[in-house]
């Protein structure tokens, strides 16, 4: 890999995410149909009308953290670059990260929890948490803001613990740690931290949503025994399901991530359809973060599906992204 590794995972996590924009939300069988047994390059025929090479919602989000990080700010950064790219009308936002993101508030993530009756834990934080690795926090600083960050739209406990878990993995999986260590290194890391205590710091937990503060603590040490689990089970190869329960995806991601090459890692993620855009973006975090090479062709035509401030739909990912990249990790 001669691409700095943080780069280099946010092309891979793009890229894959952009191969599963076709076949998100259609069946195993459907996209076999329509595409083949084998899935090596973009694909028209997403849902939400993104052209071939497009990144969808997840990367795009992703970008938008960056961009925020880069502009400086912190998280209160972060929550207005995002803000940026919901006002702009993208084609396609989870529900719960529109209702958080609405508030324009630091716990608008515990303000739209609540409002979901505590019951809404979707992949919506876990999808663009790569960022906060990308963007150069490292160790206690990255568990910290992983939790934040995610927490700024997915405030549920196993929201919070999954994307903790994630980027210690990423950042374990980069210091070269093999698969099975790394992941085991990652669950200590996210068992390590309070992320109610840090959600309180941060003022994204308090007085005034008093009630999502105690679902929290009340969620808290099962989401960790629930993830644990999760991840476990995948790392002997289990899938539940592709759906867009943030439990669901996490194990799938990290099963199929443990391939030998980038591309039999994502393909499974693209070819069990669901919510196959998301799970081929966490596994390109993954696989990226593991230094597995991208196939060369994809880099090319790369591009996000959504324009909004800082970032124009036409720009080609593999000019724009060396500088975005550089440019949070100064600010981060
Ligand atoms: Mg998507």
Partial sequence: MTT????????????????GAATEFKTPEAIRAQYGAEFRDYQPGSVFGFAP?????????????????????????????????LGAGPPDVGSL?????????????????????????GNGGL????????????????????????????????????????????EALAGGLP????????????????????LVEAGLLGLDTR????????????????VRARVRAALDGHVTSQSGFVLDTLE????????????????????????????????GAVVGA??????AHLLPPLRLGHSWPGWERGWRCVERFPALVEGARARA
Avoid at 136 to 148: I, K, N, Q, V, Y
Avoid at 156 to 167: G, I, K, Q, Y
Avoid at 183 to 194: I, P, Q, Y
Avoid at 290 to 295: Q, S, Y
């Fill in 252 to 283: 799938a991601a990290v099963a199929h991530a443990r391939a030998e090459t980038w591309q039999a890692g994502v393909e499974r993620a693209v070819l069990g359809g669901d919510d196959s855009d998301t799970v081929a973006c966490v596994v």
């Fill in 53 to 85: 090479g497009e990144g969808t919602d997840d990367s795009q989000m992703t970008v938008a953290t960056l961009l925020g990080y880069a502009r400086g700010g912190g998280l209160e950064g972060v929550l207005a670059a995002l803000r940026e790219w």
């Fill in 290 to 295: 593991r230094g597995l090479a991208l196939p």
């Fill in 97 to 121: 990260t529109r209702a958080a993101l609405s508030h324009g508030r630091l716990d608008g993530g515990a303000r739209a929890w609540t409002q979901s009756g505590h019951q809404s834990a």
């Fill in 127 to 170: 999808m663009r948490v790569a960022a906060v690795w990308i963007a150069g926090f490292r160790e206690g600083d990255l568990a910290r803001e992983s939790a934040t960050v995610t927490a700024l739209t997915h405030t549920d406990p196993r929201c919070v613990a999954a994307s903790v878990f994630l980027t210690a993995f990423l």
């Fill in 179 to 198: 698969y099975r260590p790394a992941a085991e290194a990652a669950l200590g890391v996210m068992d390590g931290l309070d992320s109610r205590a840090v």
């Fill in 211 to 226: 009630a999502a503060h105690d679902a929290f603590r009340a969620g808290d040490r099962a989401a960790h025994t629930q």
């Fill in 4 to 19: 700095h590794p943080h780069l280099h995972t946010l092309l891979s996590l793009t890229a894959a995410d952009a191969l």
